[in-house]
């Protein structure tokens, strides 16, 4: 077959949150918006429930109700943007708990859904979503008489250990939240290995969890195993692909295998990725094109039935610094036709 396979490990999945749990101080969550980081939102999460998971983060309604579907009733569902327009349905009958972004979000929620529960997200400098502390201020006591969930916020820099932004945003936030008898939440993954005082009642991993920097002590997660359909042979001088950016120097072997970037392999990558053919590594051979990509096998002595991108010797993170960008992207990424075969969980 000409699809390349996708590995998830669950199990490896399950080690990185159960690790970043131990960690934490309070309860720890788990963060599985987009389709849980790309693998499979519904497999990953009751994965995650089985191994203790009580509280999951999704970005918008939508994933919440598709979530509760796979969960069932018992666990906790939180949406960080909040109650849109027209998901008063949705968050009331999948039972989700919106953090509440503004005073008009605020409104919108008590009046559609009374007594139902929501949460808070205050901005303590990201700038990006929640209340900023004006309007905190000129809310609070309104907001804390309707019994919120949880109050939050998020980090710029934690990924940055040495960052100033970091405790600038951990002092606007215990400003904001002093004296407030609510469970609160700050840390992602990069907050929950940076220091306890981030840590708060709930943690809130996501990258980690999934392999990804800052953890660098999880466990890779994905392998990525992409067919070959032909090999070539190539007299020095001979090009291959568009534009004709890779020259032969010598008489070459080329292998083109079945992905691209139609399947999330970005194109900027192509310059400094190899591919694996067990422990022989092998370059990328010319530009990534949209469904199929050039290998250089002369080295390997032989033709390969698939060449690995993901998996023991490569991670999202050698992949992403290869195509100038970060591991959230390489995952997220990962496109639709890859068959998908999942281990453990």
């Known amino acids: 077959m000409s699809t390349a396979i996708l590995t998830i490990d669950l199990d490896a999945i399950v080690a990185n949150w159960r690790a970043l749990n131990a960690m934490s101080e309070g309860e720890t969550a788990a963060v599985v918006k987009a389709d849980a980081y790309g693998l499979g939102m519904a497999r990953v999460a009751r994965a995650l429930a089985r191994a203790g998971a009580r509280s999951f983060f999704v970005a918008v309604a939508e994933e919440g109700a598709a979530l509760r579907e796979a969960l069932g009733p018992g666990p906790v569902i939180y949406v960080f943007s909040g109650h849109m327009r027209g998901d008063a349905d949705m968050i009331g009958d999948m039972n989700l708990v919106p953090m509440i972004n503004s005073l008009d ?206 998996g023991r010797h490569q991670c999202i993170d050698t992949l992403a610094d290869n195509a100038g960008t970060i591991g959230y992207e390489i995952l997220t990424s990962l496109g639709a036709r890859y068959m998908r075969r999942y281990l453990g969980g």
């Not at 072997?253 to 591919?275: E, N, Q, V, W």
């Open 105 to 310: 979000q605020l409104v919108r929620h008590v009046e559609a859904l009374p007594g139902h529960p929501f949460g808070v997200q205050l901005d303590s400098g990201m700038n990006r979503l929640g209340m900023e502390p004006a309007e905190w201020g000129a809310i609070r006591q309104i907001a804390l008489a309707q019994k919120p969930r949880l109050i939050m916020s998020h980090l710029a820099c934690a990924d940055e250990p040495d960052h100033a932004m970091n405790p600038q945003q951990l002092a606007a936030f215990r400003e904001m939240t002093a004296d407030i008898d609510v469970p609160r939440s700050l840390a992602n993954t990069g907050a929950v290995l940076l220091d306890e005082a981030y840590h708060f009642d709930l943690t809130r991993p996501g990258i980690g969890v999934y392999g990804g920097r800052p953890y660098a002590d999880a466990r890779p997660v994905v392998t990525l195993d992409i067919p070959v359909i032909q090999c070539r042979d190539l007299a020095a001088g001979e090009t291959v692909g568009y534009g004709n950016s890779f020259t032969a120097s010598r008489d070459t072997r080329i292998a083109t295998i079945s992905s691209g970037y139609a399947d999330g392999i970005i194109r900027a990558m192509g310059p400094k990725t190899m591919l694996w053919a067990e422990d022989t590594p092998c370059p990328v051979a010319g530009r990534i094109s949209m469904d199929l990509i050039g290998v250089d096998i002369t080295d390997l002595g032989y033709d390969p039935k698939t060449l690995e991108l993901l």
